[in-house]
T-cell receptor, first 110, second 117 residues
């Protein structure tokens, strides 16, 4: 089993709709969680950190469920510019090494 | 300010040749990571440097891969006797260290696209 798993998609989303997807992690001792965004043929960039209480940044909402070992990302009022691959990232209990999921591809269409 | 830079941006080489990829992290960042990403795939961790500590080499796929970081700044990833399966984008990231000794957000360079013919 991979340490961090994501549905590769693609999620085809009408413009203005809401889309949500999850990421599961295998190490229950994982300490920090992040969502990164990667545009085609570009480097990943931090979208948001994920806090235990859940957090929101504009149209983006991230949730952490430690009991079930998953994090989620919800995008409201999707824009064409939201089309990208969303990478789930987990920091383990020891050290600073980050483990990346394979990414979930989102395609927002007019 | 200047971000993470990598060179070359593209490298085409013949099977069996050695290649060196360079990463210049953001000034002051103590942590430096190398990843590789094959077409349509996720990021594969290769190696991690943190200050003067021994690097975490657990992700290096074979002994043909090595990396060094000189003076706590610039890093070079070397691939010896390249194989076609080494073809990928090699990404470098750097990160500042927080007061608690933990690293924070990773800032990625644009990557080096390696093609082994």
């Amino acid at each position: 089993r991979k340490e961090v798993e994501q549905d590769p998609g693609p999620f085809n989303v009408p413009e203005g709709a809401t889309v949500a997807f999850n990421c599961t992690y295998s190490n229950s001792a994982s300490q920090s969680f992040f969502w990164y965004r990667q545009d085609c043929r570009k480097e990943p960039k931090l979208l948001m950190s994920v806090y235990s209480s859940g957090n929101e940044d504009g149209r983006f909402t991230a949730q952490l469920n430690r009991a079930s070992q998953y994090i989620s990302l919800l995008i409201r009022d999707s824009k064409l510019s939201d089309s990208a691959t969303y990478l789930c990232v987990v920091r383990g209990a020891a050290g600073n090494k980050l483990t990346f999921g394979g990414g979930t591809r989102v395609l927002v269409k007019p | 300010g200047a971000g993470v830079s990598q060179s070359p941006s593209n490298k085409v080489t013949e099977k069996g040749k050695d290649v060196e990829l360079r990463c210049d992290p953001i000034s002051g960042h103590t942590a430096l990571y190398w990843y590789r990403q094959s077409l349509g795939q996720g990021l594969e961790f290769l190696i991690y440097f943190q200050g003067n500590s021994a690097p975490d080499k657990s992700g290096l796929p074979s002994d043909r891969f090595s990396a060094e970081r000189t003076g706590g700044s610039v890093s070079t990833l070397t691939i010896q006797r390249t194989q076609q399966e080494d073809s990928a984008v090699y990404l470098c990231a750097s990160s500042p260290t927080l007061l608690a000794g933990r690293t924070d957000t990773q800032y990625f360079g644009p990557g080096t696209r390696l093609t082994v013919l």
